[in-house]
C-alpha cells in the first residue's frame, strides 16, 4: 500500500473522532443540564431538536401540542433547550409589555432578502431597538382612525367577490381559495390601492400562494432546527441553485419584486395621489418631514404587509364562516342578527366596520371562531432573559426557549369551560366582566404585549365588513364530499377543502330565520 492512501485517514479519522466526542458530550450535557432535567416530557426531546421535526412533520401541530400537555402537564420540555408551556398565568410573564423576553431564532427563517441581502422585517427582528426603529414611522398607519380611511378600498374587493358568488350561484366553490384570494386582494389594495387580480382571474396570480406555503412549511419545521437555516435558506448560494436549478418557489423575492413594481408605478403617476394606501401614507411622510426612508425600509414594510397579513386573514376568515356553517344554531342567531339590522336601516350598502361592531353576535362568533381556531398554531417563541425565570414552579436558565402554542391555552377549561373545545359563541355573551377580562387575557389569537399584531385592526376592520356582508346576501350550505375540512399547520394552521355553495334570494331566508332560535 502506498504511503499516499494510508496519510489523509491518518490526520482524518481523529478529527471525526474528536468532532464526535465533543458533540456527544455538548448533546448530553445539554440533555441533563439541571434546571432542565427534572421537566417531564417525550424521552428523545432531551437529546435533539429533530424531534420536534419528527412530530410536527404531518402538520399537526394543534393536536400534537394538546397531547403532549395532556400527557406531562403545564411546562413540558419539547427540545434540549426548549419547553412548551401551557399555563396562562405565565402570559404576561413571557410576553406582556415590560417582559425582557426577546424572540427566539425560530423567527430567523421567516426572513425576507432584498439585493441579496437578509432583511429582518417588524415581525421577524430580535432585537427591540430595531424593533423600535421599524416601528416608529408605521405605528400611526396601523391605529383605528388610520384603518377606517381604507374602508373604501376593502369594499372595492367586497363587490367583486360578490359578483363573483353571484355568478357561481349554485355551483360548488372552493371557498378556502376564494377568500384568501379576497384577502389577498384586499391587503394589495390597503398596502397600493392596488388588486394582484387573484379574484378576476380566479387563479393563484405568480404562484404566491403556492409558493408562501412553501416557504412556511420550510419556516415550520426548520424554525425547529434554526441552526441549519444559514445553511439552507438563509444561504444565498443555495437559495439560487433552489431556485435556478432545482425551480423551487421563492415566494419573498416574487413579493419583493412586485412591491417595488408598484413603487415604480406610484412614483411615475404622480397625479393619483389621495388614497388611504400604505404606500400612499408613507410617500407623502417623506415629503412632509424631508425625512427619507431608506428604499430598503420601504420595500420592507410593504412586503411584510403582503406576507403577514394575507394568510392570517384569510385563515381566520375561512375559520368564522366554516365554523357558522358547521352550527346551524350559531349560523341562524347570527344571520337573524343581520336581519334585524338590515330591516332597522342600520346597516349601509357596503357593511361599515362601525356597523359590524353593533352586532354582539357577529363579535362574539368572529372571537369565537379564531379562539378555536388560531391562525398562528404554534409556540410564540421566547428567550429567557438575563436572570433567568420561574415558570410553573419550575426554575429556568437565561436563553432557555419558552413558548406558548395558541391553541393550546385557548382550550383551557377552567378558563373556557368544559365545553373548551367546542364552537359556541355564546361564552363570549353569558361570561361576567371579571370572566371576560380573564378569558380576554388568555387570547393570544394576536399575539400579546411588545410583540403583538400591528395588524390586528386591519383584520378586524376587514373580517367585521366581510361576514356580515356575506350572510346577507346570500345563504351557505357545506358541499364538499368530505364532512370537515383539512387543516395543515406549519406555523399558520391553514386549511383546504372547504368546498361549498351560494344561494341568493335572501328574503325568504329572512323569515326563516326570524323564527325563535
Ligand atoms: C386575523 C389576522 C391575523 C392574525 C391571526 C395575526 C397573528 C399574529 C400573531 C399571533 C402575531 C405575534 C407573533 C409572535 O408573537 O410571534 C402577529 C404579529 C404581527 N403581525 Fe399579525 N396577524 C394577523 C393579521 C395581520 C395583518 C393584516 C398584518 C399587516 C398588515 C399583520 C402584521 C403583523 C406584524 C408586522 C407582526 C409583528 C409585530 C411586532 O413584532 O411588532 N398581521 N400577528
Not at 63 to 84: D, K
Not at 373 to 393: A, D, I, K
Amino acid at each position: 500500500m502506498a504511503m499516499s492512501d494510508v496519510m489523509p485517514w491518518v490526520y482524518v479519522l481523529p478529527v471525526i473522532g474528536f468532532v464526535s466526542l465533543y458533540w456527544i458530550i455538548g448533546t448530553l450535557r445539554l440533555a441533563y443540564r439541571t434546571d432542565l432535567s427534572p421537566l417531564p416530557g417525550p424521552k428523545w426531546a432531551r437529546f435533539t431538536g429533530l424531534y420536534r421535526v419528527y412530530r410536527l412533520w404531518s402538520g399537526q401541530a394543534p393536536a400534537v401540542y394538546l397531547q403532549l400537555h395532556e400527557q406531562y402537564g403545564p411546562i413540558v420540555r419539547t427540545g434540549p433547550n426548549t419547553v412548551s408551556i401551557a399555563d396562562p398565568a405565565t402570559i404576561p410573564t413571557i410576553y406582556g409589555i415590560s417582559s425582557n423576553f426577546l424572540k427566539s431564532k425560530f423567527y430567523t427563517t421567516l426572513t425576507t432578502t432584498y439585493n441579496g441581502e437578509i432583511v429582518d422585517s417588524l415581525f421577524t427582528t430580535r432585537d427591540p431597538a430595531h424593533h423600535k426603529a421599524l416601528k416608529r414611522p408605521v405605528a400611526g398607519k396601523f391605529s383605528m382612525t388610520s384603518i377606517r380611511t381604507m374602508e373604501p378600498l376593502v369594499d372595492e374587493c367586497s363587490e367583486i367577490f360578490i359578483r363573483s358568488m353571484e355568478d357561481l350561484e349554485g355551483q360548488k366553490v372552493d371557498l378556502g381559495a376564494w377568500v384568501q384570494w379576497y384577502a389577498f386582494d384586499v391587503i394589495g389594495m390597503i398596502t397600493f390601492n392596488r388588486r394582484f387580480g387573484f379574484m378576476e382571474e380566479r387563479k393563484d396570480i405568480l404562484d404566491m400562494i403556492s409558493s408562501l406555503e412553501f416557504a412556511l412549511k420550510y419556516a415550520g419545521l426548520i424554525g425547529q432546527v434554526p441552526y441549519l437555516h444559514p445553511w439552507l435558506a438563509g444561504n444565498q448560494i443555495v437559495m439560487k441553485i433552489m431556485e435556478r436549478i432545482l425551480h423551487l418557489p421563492n415566494p419573498a423575492r416574487t413579493i419583493v419584486e412586485f412591491t417595488q413594481e408598484c413603487i415604480d408605478a406610484y412614483d411615475r403617476n404622480e397625479k393619483e395621489k389621495e388614497t388611504s394606501d400604505f404606500l400612499t401614507f408613507l410617500r407623502l411622510e417623506e415629503k412632509k418631514n424631508k425625512d427619507t426612508m431608506p428604499h430598503g425600509d420601504l420595500i420592507n414594510h410593504l412586503s411584510n404587509n403582503l406576507l403577514a397579513g394575507s394568510d392570517t386573514t384569510a385563515i381566520s376568515l375561512r375559520a368564522i364562516l366554516y365554523y357558522l356553517i358547521q352550527t346551524p344554531k350559531s349560523y341562524k342567531r347570527l344571520q337573524a342578527e343581520i336581519d334585524d339590522a338590515d330591516r332597522a336601516g342600520k346597516l349601509s350598502k357596503f357593511v361599515t366596520y362601525g356597523e359590524g361592531l353593533e352586532l354582539e353576535y357577529l363579535q362574539a362568533v368572529m372571537k369565537e371562531a379564531m379562539r378555536l381556531h388560531p391562525g398562528v398554531s404554534y409556540p410564540l417563541e421566547r428567550l429567557v432573559p438575563e436572570g433567568g425565570v420561574n415558570l410553573c414552579g419550575q426554575k429556568l436558565r437565561e436563553g432557555t426557549n419558552v413558548g406558548i402554542n395558541p391553541v393550546v391555552v385557548h382550550q383551557n377549561r377552567a378558563i373556557f369551560g368544559d365545553d373548551a373545545a367546542k364552537f359556541r359563541p355564546e361564552r363570549w355573551l353569558e361570561a361576567g366582566p371579571e370572566q371576560l377580562k380573564i378569558m380576554e387575557r388568555t387570547l393570544l389569537t394576536f399575539g400579546t404585549g411588545t410583540r403583538s399584531c400591528i395588524g390586528k385592526n386591519i383584520s378586524l376592520m376587514e373580517m367585521g365588513k366581510f361576514v356580515p356582508q356575506i350572510l346577507r346576501q346570500f345563504e351557505l350550505y357545506w358541499a364538499s364530499e368530505k364532512p370537515e375540512w383539512t387543516v395543515n399547520t406549519y406555523w399558520f394552521a391553514r386549511q383546504s377543502d372547504f368546498i361549498v355553495k351560494f344561494t341568493r334570494g335572501r328574503s325568504k331566508i329572512s323569515q326563516k330565520l326570524s323564527l325563535p332560535i
